[in-house]
């Protein structure tokens, strides 16, 4: 399995991951209203190459819809995942940013999200982000040897569920390692004890994608973004983990 990574493409992982949260960090840093989603991503390439990385995203194919066109998807308020920055796309007061990045670093890949409220926003907002922070914080506290995929997502589905929120169903969390997506799948809903059992040396990306309102999701005219299909506020955080002497360890560990 090409998530299994020996101790040398673990501690390569963790280079990885360093690299990709300091450029993460470095594009939430300049969030503010007025600034374009471009100005954001030009920010978190120039920060990957200058480390000696490569941004995972880019040019990255899907099958129907082509080449994604950036280095870091940037989703906005109902965005779910997967929104394409522009000098169009402008920040607002109140949004809610969501930026998904990759990164590849001498062939190991890593991958993070986190979504951030501009200026004042609503309670309701504030209290979608704060869930969302703790189901990926409660999921990864999942992810040890002998545990399964269903124990990650049992955990999302009934933390954000107990709080009146929405699960997305259609989009998983994933392998990572060699390639940016690799099996297993990560649901972030299930049952305890379904899926795939946990073994040491694997790297995982986590990533709960929590909505206010139906979890059901749409794909926009543009091809790749994924709205909420109500128009609900959405959040979405992620980390990449690798499994040593059977427990987490996070190797993306800043934003979140």
């Given at each position: 399995m090409n998530n299994i990574l020996s101790k040398e493409e673990l501690q390569l992982t963790k280079a990885?991951?360093?690299i990709l949260n300091s450029s993460l960090a470095a594009a939430v840093a300049?969030?503010?209203?007025?600034?374009?989603?471009?100005?954001?991503?030009?920010?978190?390439?120039?920060?990957i190459l200058s480390q000696g990385a490569v941004p995972s995203f880019k040019n990255y194919f899907v099958e129907g819809a082509g080449h994604y066109p950036a280095t870091i998807c940037i989703s906005i308020n109902h965005e779910v995942v997967h929104?394409?920055?522009?000098?169009?796309?402008?920040?607002?007061?109140?949004?809610?940013?969501?930026?998904?990045?990759?990164?590849?670093?001498?062939?190991?890949?890593?991958?993070?999200a986190v979504t951030v409220g501009v200026g004042k926003i609503s309670d309701e907002a504030q209290s979608?982000?704060?869930?969302?922070?703790?189901?990926?914080r409660e999921a990864i506290k999942e992810?040890?040897?002998?545990?399964?995929?269903?124990?990650?997502?049992?955990?999302?589905?009934?933390?954000?569920?107990?709080?009146?929120?929405?699960?997305?169903?259609?989009?998983?969390?994933?392998?990572?390692?060699?390639?940016?997506?690799?099996?297993?799948?990560?649901?972030?809903y299930g049952s305890r004890g379904e899926g795939q059992r946990i073994v040491e040396g694997m790297a995982l990306a986590i990533e709960p994608m929590i909505t206010l309102g139906d979890y059901k999701i749409k794909l926009d005219k543009d091809g790749w973004t994924i709205t909420t299909i109500d128009n609900s506020l959405a959040a979405h955080f992620e980390h990449t983990v690798v499994i040593e002497d059977g427990f987490p360890v996070i190797v993306t560990d800043i934003c979140s």
């Open positions: 990885s991951g360093k300049i969030i503010k209203p007025g600034v374009s989603t471009f100005d954001i991503d030009k920010v978190a390439e120039d920060t929104g394409i920055p522009s000098k169009s796309k402008i920040i607002k007061e109140g949004d809610l940013v969501s930026l998904d990045l990759g990164a590849s670093y001498k062939g190991l890949f890593t991958d993070m979608l982000l704060d869930t969302t922070r703790e189901c990926l992810a040890k040897t002998g545990n399964t995929m269903g124990d990650i997502g049992h955990t999302v589905q009934r933390l954000a569920e107990s709080r009146g929120f929405g699960v997305v169903r259609d989009l998983v969390g994933h392998g990572i390692g060699r390639k940016p997506h690799l099996p297993p799948q990560i649901p972030n």
